[in-house]
Nanobody
């Protein structure tokens, strides 16, 4: 069974940092393109960042998080991460990781292209 499990969410003050983890089981994450999405109350799900697999695989970020968030992987742990710095109240949302098997060096922000999803972890940025 292919599974992704997110962790690391929580409450943080504006300007603070969090690191989200996304642990894969049932498959080898390094062969998959991975993305982080988020959904705030009353809003549609939006892409935050994505990472293509393999050496030279590209990463991409939504404009709203570029320069503040960093996506990474630890293949030895079959886990991906989203380091979030300089958090803002508008970053408050449920964060999901998603994966799809792909040999492309490019990744997409289209959620329809991802077929393995985690259950989500809540991030709340508030003073």
């Amino acid at each position: 069974q292919l599974q992704l499990v997110e962790s690391g969410g929580g409450n943080v003050q504006p300007g603070g940092s969090l690191r989200l983890s996304c642990e894969a089981s049932g498959f080898t994450l390094k062969h998959y393109t991975l993305a982080w999405f988020r959904q705030a109350p009353g809003k549609e799900r939006e892409a935050v960042s994505c990472s293509a697999n393999g050496s030279g695989g590209r990463t991409d970020y939504a404009g709203s998080v570029k320069g503040r968030f960093t996506i990474s992987r630890d293949n030895t742990k079959n886990t991906a991460y989203l380091q979030m710095n300089s958090l803002k109240p508008e970053d408050t949302a449920i964060y999901f990781c998603a994966a799809t098997y792909s040999r492309s060096h490019y990744c997409a922000f289209d959620s329809n292209q991802y077929d393995v999803w985690g259950q989500g972890t809540q991030v709340t940025v508030s003073s």
